[in-house]
């Protein structure tokens, strides 16, 4: 019905960067607000980033000034730019689209993940 996938993951060095892009699609009317989350491991799956269908956005301390996300409305499509990037940021990055499908319904709808190795 939905489908939400991401690319962009990969490894990189310390201070390097990478972008990521996650893309909605199926029968969705709408889409409210779409974000990013990051699970490392032994932790919980964390938001980082969270942005509005009116560009309105969210950040977690721990990325401000480093992570942006913006979104291009007409294609469904958010993405995730990292910069400066840290040991700490290593994780499974998944991709959340809250949506309004084809018959009205309100859902979450995860991806299925993109790993980001950080370390030299």
């Known amino acids: 019905q939905v489908q939400v996938v991401e690319s962009g993951g990969g490894l990189v060095q310390p201070g390097g960067s990478l972008r990521l892009s996650c893309a909605a699609s199926?029968?969705?009317?709408?889409?409210?607000?779409m974000g990013w989350y990051r699970q490392g491991p032994g932790k919980q799956r964390d938001m980082v980033a969270s942005?509005?269908?009116?560009?309105?956005?969210n950040y977690a301390d721990s990325v401000k000034g480093r992570f942006t996300i913006s979104r291009d409305n007409a294609k469904n499509t958010v993405y995730l730019q990292m910069n400066s990037l840290k040991p700490e940021d290593t994780a499974v990055y998944y991709c959340?689209?809250?949506?309004?499908?084809?018959?009205?319904?309100?859902?979450?709808?995860w991806g299925q993940g993109t790993q980001v190795t950080v370390s030299s």
């Open positions: 942005i509005t269908s009116g560009d309105s956005t």
């Open positions: 959340n689209a809250e949506v309004f499908d084809w018959y009205y319904l309100r859902g979450n709808y």
């Open positions: 199926g029968r969705i009317r709408s889409i409210n607000a």
